[in-house]
């Protein structure tokens, strides 16, 4: 599977955006853009060839073409896609990442970003900036249908989403497609953690955060945060934290610097 490199550290600077439409007139296009990236949300089935290389496009796959490359698209009939043209100046955050792949459950949310950016092209370019910055982060954190990084990434995505739940293993594994042991395995072995662990993590780092950067009353961020048991709100913000919830609220210098060495 070819792969390219792209930087991540800096918005893209976006030449053009838009949709495009092929296949009307004819079944094959070849093309390059000398100085640009190409990023394309497909809508249709197709091919397309680089560098000798076959890729299989079809409804929701995503491509993205590094500057100079020769393409050549091979159409089955009228075909339409989002696109998004742009150079990279970042030097860091570089990811390694397939050149077609298949966007899954991100595909819309990836089409609505790139219908945003086509739609700020003209007038405000920092926005389309923005939001395709945003795609080639959702794109550079795909993950491969069924690996292990695909199965613990469902099951962070479901603990993160629902802190306030009453969350059990069983109940994350369900929504990660598995079985208890297998994500307990998986997890280990991804994480160095284990899932309980990253549960109590998430939670006192969402309420540490709460405390110090919200007035929300310290009973309703227990309660947001899945301990709504004020006295065992407070034995777990002592033990990972280092401070009862009012002393971490004040701001005191030593939970302070205790609660960064225990979530820094």
């Not at 491969?144 to 594994?173: F, K, N, Q, R, Y």
């Not at 160095?192 to 919200?214: K, N, P, Q, W």
Request: net charge positive.
């Amino acid at each position: 599977m070819r792969q390219v490199e792209i930087a991540l550290s800096e918005p893209p600077a976006v030449a053009g955006a838009g949709v495009g439409v092929h296949g009307v007139v004819s079944s094959h296009d070849v093309f390059r853009l000398p100085d640009l990236w190409q990023l394309h949300l497909y809508g249709y089935a197709a091919e397309l060839v680089l560098e000798g290389t076959v890729h299989e496009i079809k409804p929701g796959r995503v491509s993205l073409i590094p500057p100079g490359a020769e393409v050549h698209y091979r159409y089955r009939g009228r075909s339409e896609h989002l696109y998004a043209h742009f150079r990279l100046a970042g030097l860091d955050e570089r990811r390694v990442v397939p050149v077609m792949r298949d966007a899954g459950d991100q595909a819309p949310l990836i089409a609505a970003s790139l219908r945003q950016a086509i739609a700020a092209v003209p007038d405000t370019r920092a926005r389309a900036s923005a939001e395709v910055w945003t795609v080639l982060w959702r794109v550079a954190n795909l993950p491969v249908a069924g690996s292990a990084h695909a199965v613990v990434a469902a099951a962070m995505e479901h603990i993160d989403a629902d802190l306030a739940a009453p969350l059990t293993v069983p109940g994350i594994a369900r929504a990660a497609g598995v079985s208890h042991n297998h994500l307990t395995r998986l997890f280990r072995a991804q994480t160095g953690h284990t899932v309980v662990a990253y549960i109590r993590r998430r939670r006192m780092s969402r309420a540490l955060h709460l405390l110090r950067e919200s007035t929300l009353a310290i009973p309703a961020i227990a309660a947001a945060v899945g301990i709504p048991d004020l006295q065992a709100f407070n034995k777990a913000c002592r033990r990972e934290l280092g401070a009862s919830p009012r002393v971490l609220r004040a701001g005191s210098p030593g939970a302070r610097g205790h609660a960064g060495q225990a979530w820094g």
